[in-house]
């Protein structure tokens, strides 16, 4: 069993100010504090887009498409001009063009991406979002842009890569970086960070599968690599503070035809930009 997994959706610390709040609720009223502490956990923080990925933002094609599934609309971005397309999915509080330097080099290499602002992210519209979203935005971008031939997902995006190939996209290898692991975990985290007690994990995934209709831990991403077949890259960072190194080494244990890349000291997010992460992707996707 892997260790406890650090919460991919929540990798701010929590104010003190939202933290006495969430007891102070929990001492009134536990169903009020579960809703609140839902409320948070559904929510992504909307960052600017830096400078480093404006070029990317301006030469890519953007597009507003409707996720029937979800009843909502995301923005997409098409960079490059080649029919070798390779999809790119951001994780949490991230945007479709996070991934610009790999983008870059894919591009470079005879590719092009499709990217998109997940729901309640970036330019797409919404304020709260959940993983299954996610999930049904990639198998509607299927759909409209597809066929891929890799896909590649960071953090929250990783655990959706793996989820959307479990329920039915059509690539050739998958990459993941960072990707969270099991969902009760993050759960137990994310209270465990709020103050609450940990009975408030449990109350929060009831209250998740009653609203969504859906069983969290089927969402888990060494479940959803237990059925795939494809080759699937798991790299993440053993200095990763976000989403400890034990929830890539779980994930690469359950797939069938997985291989496993560690980096040391470029934690979460720096792991994007690397070129030894970047020649290691490009490798693999070459590879027979």
């Known amino acids: 069993m892997a260790k406890k997994v650090t919460n991919p959706t929540q990798s701010l610390k929590i104010p003190q100010v939202i933290i006495l709040s969430g007891k102070l609720l929990a001492f009134i009223s536990p169903k009020l504090a579960t809703k609140f502490a839902a409320k948070l956990f559904t929510t992504p923080i909307k960052h600017k887009t830096p400078k480093r990925e404006f070029e990317m933002d301006d030469k890519s094609i953007k597009n507003r498409i409707f996720v029937p599934a979800i009843n909502k609309s995301i923005v997409t971005y098409k960079y490059g ?26 591009v470079q290499k005879g590719y092009s991406t499709i990217s998109f602002d997940a729901p309640a992210h970036g330019k797409s519209e919404g304020t709260t979002t959940i993983m299954s979203e996610f999930i049904d935005s990639i ?23 793996l989820n959307a190939i479990k329920d039915g996209l059509k690539v050739k290898k998958a990459i993941v970086i960072g990707s969270g692991d099991i969902v009760q975990d993050i759960l137990d985290e994310f209270i465990l960070k709020l103050g609450l007690k940990q009975k408030f994990s449990e109350r ?12 969290m831990d089927d969402f888990s991403a060494y479940r959803a690599g237990q059925k795939i077949q494809i080759p699937v890259l798991v790299i993440h960072d053993k200095d990763d503070p976000e989403v400890p190194v034990e929830a890539g080494i779980h994930i690469h244990k359950h797939l069938k035809n997985g291989s496993l890349f560690l980096t040391e000291g470029l934690g979460h997010r720096k792991i994007l930009g690397n070129q030894n992460v970047i020649k290691k992707i490009l490798d693999f996707i070459k590879s027979t």
């Not at 029919?83 to 330097?101: A, E, P």
């Not at 198998?139 to 890569?161: C, D, R, T």
């Open 204 to 215: 929060l995934r009831f209250l998740f599968e009653d609203k969504y209709q859906v069983k």
């Open 81 to 106: 001009k080649s029919d070798q397309k390779i999809l790119l999915v951001h994780g949490w509080s991230g945007r479709g063009t996070q991934l610009f330097k790999i983008a870059d080099e894919l």
């Open 139 to 161: 198998l509607e971008i299927e759909k409209q842009y597809g066929p891929f031939e890799i896909a590649i997902g960071h953090s929250l995006g990783g655990m959706s890569v």
